[in-house]
């Protein structure tokens, strides 16, 4: 009621919650800052955003509370993780139910939370994605999704897009093309990224590229259903098909939507034609849904199916699980049976909690994914004309609530499409920033 009722009636103001959090009991923030600094890993120093950074005590649905008693609107969800919503009382009730009756045990034996949990999550797939593999995390469902495809298809390289994310693991990182992901290691063998075709900072865009509310400001002469960019992009792509790769391939590794790469969006046909490029070399083409899926775009429950394409596997994790540690890839049984012949074991993949709490995420019913619609819509609407009043906003692009608000230091710039250079991934970071807005 409260988000329908800001869309409704703008306002500088938070709606108000009657929702009280307890009162922070526990160490002194300096304290906390000081063991963070000594004792914690420096990479979390690293991440600790702000000046000033906010310490988090409390969450209920879409709002947190900092150990002052602040309460803020949370428009990251703990990295596009909490799909609905921080203490839902249907999760935490499902959650509380099975840690009293079993927390552990693992998938080599029979516990029902599984097998229900399973049935569920292929219902909502098409045929024939029926075969379930859980994991702990997305890294670990990308990193089992390459071995099964190099197993299913016989063959080893792997193509991506420019500024994808798929894991930090030592396999997945060859599959992330993302220099800050990067380490001066061995990683990632037979690994190959071909140009993003993004179609605001790439090199050929439009105003009729993107399956969104909103285009970008570059313009273009385009007929009607035709993407002049779109055909310029896959030309790429078959150029490294002939350049850079044998004649068979393993698979393609591709975002629905580019989500840490700063939700980009490609021309509406970019997808499918390259799904058929990549079958025809022999690859199988896997869907990374661990940003888009379970109705964060609102216009479909995966983010696949806005491209019109049927992916051979699909992996997912953040909102699987509300922001309990878990993942899955999902694929078919001629995929799955190469698999089989060696011995596969993952310690606390499927375990009773997980599947338990991933359960009853699909079953809560608050329309989640129509409210990703409405309010998403919204948002890029009003933040369009943002971008169309101030020079600092470059473009605002997404669908659902997976939405991009990209600054520029060059507006002008941007519109007219003379980059310093055409990579836009070596651009000194002061050249553009994006922002992703992954409330759900």
Request: charged share 20%; with cysteine.
């Given at each position: 009621?409260?988000?329908?009722?800001?869309?409704?009636?703008?306002?500088?103001?938070?709606?108000?919650?009657?929702?009280?959090?307890?009162?922070?009991?526990?160490?002194?923030?300096?304290?906390?800052?000081?063991?963070?600094?000594?004792?914690?890993?420096?990479?979390?120093?690293?991440?600790?955003?702000?000046?000033?950074?906010?310490?988090?005590?409390?969450?209920?649905?879409?709002?947190?509370?900092?150990?002052?008693?602040k309460r803020y609107l949370d428009l990251f969800?703990?990295?596009?993780?909490?799909?609905?919503?921080?203490?839902?009382?249907?999760?935490?009730?499902?959650?509380?139910?099975?840690?009293?009756?079993?927390?552990?045990?693992?998938?080599?034996?029979?516990?029902?939370?599984?097998q229900e949990y399973a049935e569920k999550l292929?219902?909502?797939?098409?045929?024939?994605?029926?075969?379930?593999?859980?994991?702990?995390?997305?890294?670990?469902?990308?990193?089992?999704?390459?071995?099964?495809?190099?197993?299913?298809?016989?063959?080893?390289?792997?193509?991506?897009?420019?500024?994808?994310?798929?894991?930090?693991?030592?396999?997945?990182?060859?599959?992330?093309?993302?220099?800050?992901?990067?380490?001066?290691?061995?990683?990632?063998?037979?690994?190959?990224?071909?140009?993003?075709?993004?179609?605001?900072?790439?090199?050929?865009?439009?105003?009729?590229?993107?399956?969104?509310?909103?285009?970008?400001?570059?313009?273009?002469?385009?007929?009607?259903?035709?993407?002049?960019?779109?055909?310029?992009?896959?030309?790429?792509?078959?150029?490294?098909?002939?350049?850079?790769?044998?004649?068979?391939?393993?698979?393609?590794?591709?975002?629905?939507?580019?989500?840490?790469?700063?939700?980009?969006?490609?021309?509406?046909?970019?997808?499918?034609?390259?799904?058929?490029?990549?079958?025809?070399?022999?690859?199988?083409?896997?869907?990374?849904?661990?940003?888009?899926?379970?109705?964060?775009?609102?216009?479909?429950?995966?983010?696949?199916?806005?491209?019109?394409?049927?992916?051979?596997?699909?992996?997912?994790?953040?909102?699987?699980?509300?922001?309990?540690?878990?993942?899955?890839?999902?694929?078919?049984?001629?995929?799955?049976?190469?698999?089989?012949?060696?011995?596969?074991?993952?310690?606390?993949?499927?375990?009773?909690?997980?599947?338990?709490?991933?359960?009853?995420?699909?079953?809560?019913?608050?329309?989640?994914?129509?409210?990703?619609?409405?309010?998403?819509?919204?948002?890029?609407?009003?933040?369009?004309?943002?971008?169309?009043?101030?020079?600092?906003?470059?473009?605002?692009?997404?669908?659902?609530?997976?939405?991009?608000?990209?600054?520029?230091?060059?507006?002008?710039?941007?519109?007219?499409?003379?980059?310093?250079?055409?990579?836009?991934?070596?651009?000194?970071?002061?050249?553009?920033?994006?922002?992703?807005?992954?409330?759900?």
């Amino acid at each position: 009621m409260c988000q329908k009722a800001a869309v409704k009636h703008p306002s500088s103001q938070m709606p108000p919650c009657d929702y009280k959090p307890d009162s922070y009991q526990g160490m002194s923030k300096e304290r906390l800052l000081e063991i963070r600094k000594q004792n914690c890993h420096p990479m979390t120093m690293k991440v600790t955003y702000y000046r000033q950074p906010v310490f988090i005590h409390q969450g209920h649905m879409q709002w947190l509370w900092d150990v002052d008693g602040k309460r803020y609107l949370d428009l990251f969800a703990g990295v596009a993780t909490v799909s609905v919503g921080h203490c839902h009382p249907r999760v935490n009730e499902a959650a509380v139910k099975q840690l009293k009756h079993l927390w552990h045990t693992t998938a080599i034996y029979i516990h029902p939370q599984i097998q229900e949990y399973a049935e569920k999550l292929v219902s909502l797939l098409p045929e024939p994605l029926k075969v379930v593999y859980l994991t702990n995390s997305g890294s670990e469902a990308n990193d089992l999704a390459m071995l099964m495809a190099r197993l299913h298809t016989g063959n080893y390289d792997i193509i991506t897009l420019r500024g994808s994310y798929h894991g930090g693991s030592p396999m997945t990182m060859g599959l992330t093309s993302r220099t800050d992901y990067k380490y001066p290691v061995a990683s990632g063998f037979g690994c190959h990224n071909t140009m993003c075709p993004d179609v605001f900072r790439g090199v050929w865009g439009g105003s009729h590229c993107r399956d969104s509310p909103v285009q970008t400001i570059r313009e273009c002469n385009c007929s009607a259903g035709h993407c002049q960019a779109n055909d310029r992009y896959i030309e790429q792509l078959k150029e490294m098909f002939d350049t850079t790769v044998p004649h068979r391939i393993a698979a393609f590794f591709g975002e629905p939507i580019q989500g840490v790469g700063g939700a980009v969006q490609y021309p509406k046909n970019y997808l499918k034609e390259t799904y058929k490029l990549v079958r025809e070399k022999g690859g199988i083409c896997i869907a990374d849904e661990v940003q888009t899926g379970f109705g964060r775009t609102g216009s479909h429950f995966w983010g696949f199916q806005g491209h019109d394409i049927i992916p051979d596997m699909v992996t997912m994790a953040k909102g699987i699980a509300n922001g309990f540690p878990m993942g899955a890839v999902v694929t078919t049984e001629e995929i799955a049976r190469p698999f089989g012949k060696g011995l596969h074991f993952n310690t606390f993949g499927g375990n009773p909690v997980a599947c338990a709490i991933a359960s009853s995420v699909l079953d809560v019913k608050d329309r989640l994914q129509e409210n990703c619609a409405m309010v998403g819509t919204y948002l890029l609407t009003e933040l369009a004309k943002l971008r169309d009043k101030y020079e600092i906003i470059g473009d605002v692009r997404g669908k659902g609530l997976q939405i991009g608000v990209e600054m520029v230091t060059d507006k002008v710039r941007e519109r007219n499409h003379t980059p310093p250079n055409t990579n836009k991934y070596q651009k000194s970071k002061s050249d553009s920033m994006t922002c992703a807005i992954n409330f759900m």
